[in-house]
């Protein structure tokens, strides 16, 4: 447990991973009634760590950024705990864009990180919305991209960034639970917040936030015109793309690469920039328009 910021405390979950770096951070945030940002992976110890942290402290809310499991996994246990109401977006399908619902439809399944197919917030939150905590307002911003019911949160100076904006990593943006058209747009909302330092579901503080997320956008542009320029050498899938474009990566890790190879297909598609044979499906094969 540290005090990340005046009045903000974070407690790192014990469940590290390459998708999680050292574990999932929970923050509480105020001092004598206290509102739990995430409360991470369903886990005794972090239960227990949690309890401790807040010292007999009320818990005012309990908010979740997204339904990943090592994010809200620990929701209910903690709101019987606590008498605390869980707030969120909404269920593990909220915000799921409608071409993102086709493709679920089709059978396409998200990869990388468990959705918490269970999830259900006792209240939902809606973007520009302003809950009133014992530590001042804090505003909702809906961010989806990296999942559909992805929210981000400004208190003051402070945004609690959850997977959306880290510095350790670029976030997963895989179909159809996450969509790179909805992400894209969620960087430029994020970076109109004007925050000093952004609090991330994992690793450090990000203290330029606006250089941050300008990095991110351009990385994620000059991997759109890597793709462009492999389609450039005739229509492809999933697969063949993958292979051209991370060719210095080793096979192994082409699975996942293929799953942002195959968001920025989608992102392509909507801006008819590419066409989808037959349709835009996770097998199809992509051409330039």
């Known amino acids: 447990m540290e005090e990340v910021w005046p009045g903000i405390l974070r407690v790192i979950a014990p469940n590290p991973s390459l998708m999680t770096e050292r574990g999932t951070n929970t923050y509480l945030l105020g ?18 760590a949690l309890l401790r942290a807040l010292a007999g402290r009320a818990v005012e809310q309990i908010i979740v950024t997204h339904s990943h499991l090592d994010h809200s996994g620990l929701a209910p246990s903690l709101s019987r705990a606590t008498g605390a109401q869980v707030l ?6 909220a915000g799921r864009s409608a071409v993102m619902e086709t493709l679920a439809l089709q059978g396409l399944a998200g990869g990388g990180e468990g959705v918490d197919a269970a999830f259900t917030p006792d209240v939902t939150v809606a973007h520009g919305e302003v809950i009133e905590t014992g530590a001042g307002l804090v505003r909702v911003i809906h961010t989806p991209g990296h999942f559909g019911n992805h929210l981000s949160l400004q208190w003051g100076d402070v945004v609690f960034s959850g997977d959306h904006v880290m510095g350790w990593a670029t976030s997963l943006v895989s179909p159809p639970d996450g969509d790179l058209t909805d992400f894209m747009q969620s960087l430029a909302r994020l970076r109109e917040a004007g925050a000093r330092i952004l609090l991330p579901g994992h690793g450090a503080a990000v203290t330029d936030p606006e250089g941050r997320i300008d990095w991110l956008t351009a990385h ?38 293929g799953r942002n190879v195959l968001a920025h297909l989608i992102d392509l598609a909507g801006r008819k920039r590419v066409e989808a044979l037959p349709d835009l499906r996770h097998d199809a094969v992509y051409r330039l328009i």
């Not at 001092?31 to 227990?48: F, K, N, S, Y």
């Not at 450039?232 to 990566?249: C, H, I, K, N």
């Open 31 to 48: 001092r004598d009634r206290v509102i739990v940002i995430d409360p991470g992976p369903l886990d005794e110890t972090h239960l227990a």
């Open 88 to 93: 969120a977006f909404g269920d593990s399908h």
């Open 220 to 257: 994620r542009k000059a991997r759109e015109a890597q793709i462009l320029d492999a389609l450039a050498e005739g229509p492809a899938g999933v697969e063949r793309l993958t292979a051209r474009v991370y060719a210095d990566v080793p096979v192994a890790l082409h699975v996942a690469a």
